[in-house]
């Protein structure tokens, strides 16, 4: 007995939901990330020490016009604005940066720190250089060029760069006054005895590009003792960039973009949410639940089927059941149904005697009959006797019907 309600309680309709549950509560009270992971993206949405949220909110509290973009760059780009890329998780596609240097060719002016090999690099003739150690910013004064412009001695304590710019074209010995003649040098360092741009803007067309050698002035840990912010803001200022523009930091090549695409959105309402996650896990779940209770070690035993009886042979079962018994009264009671059912008189819902009665009053021929019958139903009666119930019906048969 034990047993049987064991398997009772592990079929799959109670043990999947209490499964399901199980893996969705997990899911949910489980902890979000690896303890100590830091994000390290410079990206608006990040207030971590290396994030760009800080840079984020003083220039919209000192009055300019910051917005995100959580979209890729599709033709047409808007020409008003003034577009920051931020060292971006993912490098725009060629497409993409056709689109926006098409747009900064009409007036718009975009901020960028493209990587070696990047489409952007290679549409712009720009390549940052590695080295071992950081380079100090010593000195803001242009060398060797008319058209460079000079940042505030306090705009240039903004830390130490890792990286300069040079010009594809040149070999490493070159220095800033190689560069085009559209191109504008914003901020150097010192390497040794050379002495290489770090900031630099170039025209292109009726807009301009504003390449940066390194972003660490842009992030909270930087923006926070006022060094890193004062040079982002000397920066925007001596670009020539309007206040009222719009700033759009670019946040869809850092990882918040959003898409139209049906497969993309269900895939990240999937494998990007927690509920999405316990769902999948749930699902997952289930099939090897019923995978395991599905499939058999050994094969099943064929079950074995009892034939029924014919009418006939059911109704000699019948009989020999109540002649062991000797069940009389029982055998006159299912004679008596029947017989109700085959002339009803009008009476339903009278008790057996009741409507033996009204069959004789009904049919006076059948009264003796009917007497018998009544005897029947109430007092056992031996085999031999038992025999006129038969005739009593037989003959009630033939009387009730015209």
Same mark, same amino acid.
């Given at each position: 007995?034990?047993?049987? @309600?064991?398997?009772?309680?592990?079929?799959?309709?109670?043990?999947?939901?209490?499964?399901?549950?199980?893996?969705?509560?997990?899911?949910?009270?489980?902890? &979000?990330?690896?303890?100590?992971?830091?994000?390290?993206?410079?990206?608006?949405?990040?207030?971590?020490?290396? &994030?760009?949220?800080?840079?984020?909110?003083?220039?919209?509290?000192?009055?300019?016009?910051?917005? @995100?973009?959580?979209?890729?760059?599709?033709?047409?780009?808007?020409?008003?604005?003034?577009?920051?890329?931020?060292?971006?998780?993912?490098?725009?596609?060629?497409?993409?940066?056709?689109?926006?240097?098409?747009?900064?060719?009409?007036?718009?002016?975009?901020?960028?720190?493209?990587?070696?090999?990047?489409?952007?690099?290679?549409?712009?003739?720009?390549?940052?250089?590695?080295?071992?150690?950081?380079?100090?910013?010593?000195?803001?004064?242009?060398?060797?060029?008319? /058209?460079?412009?000079?940042?505030?001695?306090?705009?240039?304590?903004? &830390? %130490?760069?890792?990286?300069?710019? *040079?010009?594809?074209?040149? /070999?490493?010995?070159?220095?800033?006054?190689?560069?085009?003649?559209?191109?504008?040098?914003?901020?150097?360092? #010192?390497?040794?005895?050379?002495?290489?741009?770090?900031? =630099?803007? @170039?025209?292109?067309?009726?807009? /301009?590009?504003?390449?940066?050698?390194?972003?660490?002035?842009?992030?909270?840990?930087?923006?926070?003792?006022?060094?890193? =912010?004062?040079?982002? *803001?000397?920066?925007?200022?001596?670009?020539?960039?309007?206040?009222?523009?719009?700033?759009?930091?670019?946040?869809?090549?850092?990882?918040?973009?959003?898409?139209?695409?049906?497969?993309?959105?269900?895939?990240?309402? =999937?494998?990007?949410?927690?509920?999405?996650?316990?769902?999948?896990?749930?699902?997952?779940?289930?099939?090897?639940?019923?995978?395991?209770?599905?499939?058999?070690?050994?094969?099943?035993?064929?079950?074995?089927?009892?034939? @029924?009886?014919?009418?006939?042979? #059911?109704?000699?079962?019948?009989?020999?059941?109540?002649?062991?018994? #000797?069940?009389?009264?029982?055998?006159?009671?299912?004679?008596?149904?029947?017989?109700?059912?085959?002339?009803?008189?009008?009476?339903?819902?009278?008790?057996?005697?009741?409507?033996?009665?009204?069959?004789?009053?009904?049919?006076?021929?059948?009264? %003796?009959?009917?007497?018998?019958?009544?005897?029947?139903?109430?007092?056992?009666?031996?085999?031999?006797?038992?025999?006129?119930?038969?005739?009593?019906?037989? #003959?009630?048969?033939?009387?009730?019907?015209?």
């Amino acid at each position: 007995m034990g047993e049987r @309600r064991l398997d009772r309680w592990l079929r799959p309709i109670f043990v999947l939901p209490v499964l399901g549950t199980l893996v969705l509560a997990a899911i949910i009270f489980s902890p &979000g990330g690896a303890a100590g992971a830091v994000d390290t993206r410079l990206t608006t949405y990040n207030t971590s020490p290396f &994030g760009a949220l800080g840079f984020y909110d003083v220039l919209r509290r000192l009055g300019w016009n910051v917005q @995100r973009r959580r979209t890729a760059f599709h033709a047409p780009v808007d020409t008003a604005g003034t577009y920051l890329l931020l060292s971006p998780l993912y490098q725009p596609s060629a497409t993409e940066v056709s689109a926006l240097l098409g747009a900064v060719r009409r007036g718009a002016t975009i901020v960028v720190s493209p990587p070696v090999g990047s489409p952007l690099a290679d549409s712009l003739r720009i390549r940052r250089t590695q080295f071992d150690q950081d380079l100090e910013v010593v000195s803001s004064t242009p060398v060797g060029s008319d /058209s460079a412009i000079s940042l505030d001695s306090a705009a240039v304590r903004a &830390g %130490s760069f890792s990286r300069y710019l *040079v010009p594809v074209a040149t /070999s490493e010995r070159d220095t800033a006054p190689v560069f085009p003649p559209d191109t504008t040098t914003l901020l150097r360092v #010192h390497a040794d005895t050379s002495v290489r741009p770090a900031i =630099m803007m @170039r025209k292109l067309g009726r807009g /301009s590009a504003v390449i940066v050698a390194d972003w660490s002035f842009a992030r909270n840990d930087n923006v926070r003792d006022t060094s890193g =912010m004062i040079l982002g *803001v000397r920066l925007l200022e001596r670009a020539g960039i309007d206040r009222t523009r719009p700033l759009v930091f670019d946040e869809f090549h850092q990882g918040f973009g959003s898409t139209n695409d049906m497969f993309e959105q269900i895939g990240d309402a =999937m494998f990007k949410t927690p509920v999405g996650r316990a769902g999948v896990q749930a699902l997952i779940a289930g099939l090897l639940l019923l995978l395991a209770v599905g499939v058999r070690p050994f094969a099943p035993r064929g079950r074995q089927s009892i034939e @029924r009886r014919s009418p006939l042979e #059911h109704v000699g079962a019948l009989r020999l059941a109540y002649e062991r018994i #000797h069940a009389t009264k029982l055998a006159t009671g299912r004679l008596v149904r029947g017989l109700r059912r085959r002339h009803p008189l009008g009476a339903g819902a009278l008790a057996d005697d009741a409507y033996l009665k009204r069959l004789a009053e009904r049919v006076p021929a059948t009264a %003796s009959d009917a007497a018998l019958l009544e005897r029947a139903l109430t007092t056992p009666m031996a085999v031999t006797e038992w025999v006129a119930v038969g005739d009593a019906i037989d #003959h009630i048969e033939r009387a009730t019907t015209p």
